[in-house]
């Protein structure tokens, strides 16, 4: 087989076969495909495309480039859930023991952060003594124990994937469907979950802005895991503005305490039961027809036929009180024709249900207790979930205050992500030390009516110039305008 062969063929809008795919995923891993034939290779495919069969084979080929963990040993069904990526996004702190207390089986691998996106494990690791290294047979133990685990992703897992993304972002290829769609996927199929639960981000804080291309991505993805034998479901979520108040580490996980303790934000805490509910649904903790927990070790999925899941949107609508860690949120309202348009396989009564025994596990405090046991079980010291206070927060402190009155009627996300990074709670480079303590409480969100000299967030850093250049960025996001905005929709879509 020859490379340049398979270069003109795609470049002439060729269909690759499977082993031509797998031999240029192969081949350039192992190093003996160059970088400027590979470079061309992606280049043919950003503007020819991929099919969907393309797609599947190139996502399966990087998926086998390196390990693969097998989770058959573990009852039940393993359901995974990922997130593209956004400020603020702890949900996997809060959806992950909301569904294991609800009888799921959640076996996930999480990353660190990069930029101004935050890793879960980086938010893990400021929980004193917390481990997110685990040997296989010990996370596959605490798993089968406890119904979860949540470990950092091993340098072997998609070896491809990770060379051919570091060739993409230096040649103007990132921005293809396929290729996005591949990369994300190959890791998840390859963790070895028998259900996936994508949360794709949308709006100025993502790496998806509108939501056409959101929606492209994720039907392609569910196309992937129907090829792949996986049940997958996306849920399209607003990242126009941070989610919940905290962005860092340490804060971020004092927050998932707070949604877990029936005080969090109404935003992170709306979607963190929306994306529980589907991970309930796809792990088969429903009773068929019921909607109540299932009884019996079946793993069937709840009956889908009925209804639709276009019925219903969420927006973020403020609490016009007093600006703490509660009063941001999101509430159910009628979707006035746009999002949660695709209607899927998974109907809303079965997603509904699962959403209902979400909220039952976090208002009697099971949600709160697995936390619990999940941190006790991986070396944390489990008294953090009572007390708050013992996760470390930086001591430099600067309050980011209003010039004027109105109401806050933007606050770019990405921008306070980067403020974030700053201060020292994110990395520029993968080698960099960062400060778990450090990051931005909001005061403020969109929607709030805010006075002159009012505070709008507070910036924290273990530095005090990193704190006033961070604090500066953080005003610089705010905008404040004299009419009440619009809330945006907090749920935009589910696909499946």
Known sequence: MNMEDIIIKKRDGGTLTSDEIKYFVKGYTAGDIPDYQASALLMAIYFQHLDKAETFQLTDAMRC???????????????DKHSTGGVGDKTTLIVGPLAAACGVTVAKMSGRGLGF?????DKLDSIPGFSTSMEPAAFMAQVESIGIAVTGQTGHITPADKKIYALRDVTGTVENMSLIASSIMSKKLAAGSDAIVLDVKCGGGAF??????AQELSRIMCEIGESAGRKTVVVITDMSQPLGCAVGNALEVREAIDVLSGRGPADITELSLRLAGVMICLGGSLDEGTGSMATSGANAVPNACAGNLADSGARNVPNEGAGNLADSGAR????????????????????DAGVALARQALDSGAGLAKLRELIAAQG????????PSKLT?????????????GYVCEIDAERIGIASQHTGAGRARKEDDIDY???????KKVGYPVRPGEVLATVYSGNAHKAEAAAAE???AFRIGEGKPEMPILIKDIIS
Not at 65 to 79: F, P, Q, R
Not at 335 to 340: D, F, I, P, T, Y
Not at 394 to 405: F, N, P, S, T
Not at 437 to 443: D, K, M, P, T
């Open 332 to 351: 159910d309202v009628p979707n006035e024709g746009a999002g949660l348009a695709d209607g899927a396989a998974l109907a809303r009564q079965a997603i």
């Open 380 to 387: 944390g010291d489990p008294t953090v979930v009572d007390d």
């Open 117 to 121: 996106t935050g890793g879960t494990v």
């Open 437 to 443: 303590g450090a990051g931005v409480l909001l005061h």
């Open 208 to 213: 998806m802005k509108n939501l056409s291309d």
């Open 474 to 476: 953080v005003k610089a």
């Open 393 to 405: 927060i930086a001591k430099v402190a600067v309050d980011v205050v209003a010039d004027g009155a």
């Open 65 to 79: 480039s390196g390990d693969t963990i097998d989770l058959s040993g573990i009852s039940g069904t393993k359901v």
